[in-house]
């Protein structure tokens, strides 16, 4: 286990760490008539991001869901219309925060620490989620990957974050619910707390979260403790 030290400031991933995408599941789940159809999909995004960042070429997370779609409809043989195909991307724009985002962020911030966000999507969906869910003023920074045009795990997105937190790596922590998040930021020398959401586990060959809670509260009151 990583040696824990008292960070200064917090890194939140925002898709499914903070965003909870049970509408998007339960979208593609009508259109598609198995569960499988959203896991297939989202995990096409996040492999074509990488094909994209190891390739050297760029495009959105939004220009990649597109383009996977189509892929996904392929796949399960289901020709979907142009319409139908935008009206499910366009659940992607309508995240509720997950139940407990909101007080664990209170009290992050009531405890003294710095939180910023770091996340694949674009600028403009960064700020429209903020601005939805209200979450935008817990937020000393909202940062995307577009201002370094490779996407997470890539090293360069974490030094981007610690760059403007004008901060060393051990003096922040990474706060997400993906394992390749956990690991991605564990290898620029971030601690790292992941947060077990429903369906989500840790990469078992990379370097261990070092804290790790179902919550963002449960996060929260780890570090509060010490």
């Not at 939004?62 to 979907?80: C, D, H, S, W, Y």
């Amino acid at each position: 286990m990583p040696v824990f030290s008292r960070p200064r400031a917090l890194v939140f991933d925002v898709n499914e760490t903070l965003l909870d995408m049970s509408p998007v599941k339960q979208a593609f789940l009508e259109t598609f008539d198995t569960e499988f159809a959203f896991t297939y999909w989202f995990s096409l995004m996040l492999q074509y991001s990488l094909v994209d960042t190891v390739s050297g070429s760029y495009h959105t997370f939004p220009q990649i869901g597109e383009a996977v779609l189509k892929m996904t409809t392929e796949f399960f043989n289901r020709p979907l219309s142009e319409e139908v195909q935008k009206q499910l991307l366009h659940t992607m724009a309508h995240l509720p925060p997950h139940p407990d985002v909101e007080d664990g962020l209170q009290q992050l911030r009531q405890a003294g620490f710095r939180l910023a966000a770091l996340t694949n999507s674009p600028g403009d969906s960064l700020s429209q989620h903020m601005q939805q869910t209200g979450l935008g003023h817990y937020f000393e920074g909202l940062w995307t990957v577009d201002d370094v045009q490779v996407f997470k795990p890539s090293p360069k997105t974490y030094q981007l974050a610690l760059s403007r937190l004008g901060l060393g790596p051990q003096e922040t922590m990474m706060v997400a619910a993906h394992g390749w998040d956990i690991a991605g930021a564990a290898r620029v020398g971030m601690q790292t707390a992941f947060i077990a959401r429903n369906g989500q586990s840790v990469y078992p060959l990379a370097t261990p979260a070092t804290l790790t809670g179902d919550t963002v509260g449960a996060i929260a009151r780890q570090l509060i403790a010490h």
